[in-house]
């Protein structure tokens, strides 16, 4: 997928990414700022204030197979609210203070785009901080930006196709529960300098909760071959409350 990337305004440098890549790569001197500060937004970019660029971000929808490899996890949460998040994300990052012109469409069957033009209103002072600054987030929420660089891999059977759950419902067990089945093996990998044990678990998570897995069974994560792989069994109950009444 193609991730955030800001784009140089006229011929200043170019700052971000090609398809795929998401990186904050800066050449301004701007602070960036806690990944979910609040923004202001605008239609227009308001007199008085900088622009900073271009960010974008896109999406696709995850496939409808059985198996897969190398799926973004942000393949599994495709939707404008997710990309809008990324924008956010992605000003911050570049110190900006308000997104303008907001603008999200379709890309083939299963793409979509969101761009916005970064501001700030003035020039900012010194604030001490530095690009690569680690902020605090106030949950254990998986950044946009983070789950489009972990990948999915899942090896099944049989096509997972139950209800979509969050993230937070979809349980951690060591054993399978009684009354439940084993849906298919599901590996999350990353670069140890692009995800941490944690995030790559919650990319785990939230790429089987999209797919109606109820459980993570015999979660472990692991350094291999130069990668960091969290790797569990997707559990479901063996019959589906959405279409066998026996199982409500």
Known sequence: MKRPELLPKRSS????????????LGCTSVAPRPP??????????????????VVSAACRTHPRKRSFRGEPVTSFAC????????????????????????SCE???????VCSAEVARREPPAREG??????????????????ASRIQIDLDAAEMVDRRARAPGDVAEFVALPMGHVEAGVMRAHCSPSECDADEARAGL?????????????????????????????LGVPSRDPETDPLAR
């Open 129 to 146: 901080a530095e690009r690569g600054t680690e902020f605090a987030t106030d949950d254990d929420e998986l950044l946009v930006t983070v």
């Open 36 to 53: 979910h500060a609040p923004l202001e937004r605008s239609e227009t970019l308001p007199a008085g204030y900088d622009s900073l660029g």
């Open 13 to 24: 440098c170019r700052v971000g990414a090609c398809l795929g890549t998401l990186l904050a």
């Open 106 to 112: 379709r890309e083939g069957e299963s793409g979509l």
């Open 205 to 233: 998570r939230l790429a089987a909760g999209a797919l109606g897995a109820s459980e993570l069974v015999g979660v472990r994560c692991v350094a291999f071959d130069g990668e960091r792989v969290c790797i569990a069994t």
């Open 79 to 102: 939707s404008p609210s997710e990309l809008a998040g990324a924008l956010v994300e992605e000003a911050n990052a570049r110190g900006g203070t308000l997104l303008a012109r907001e």
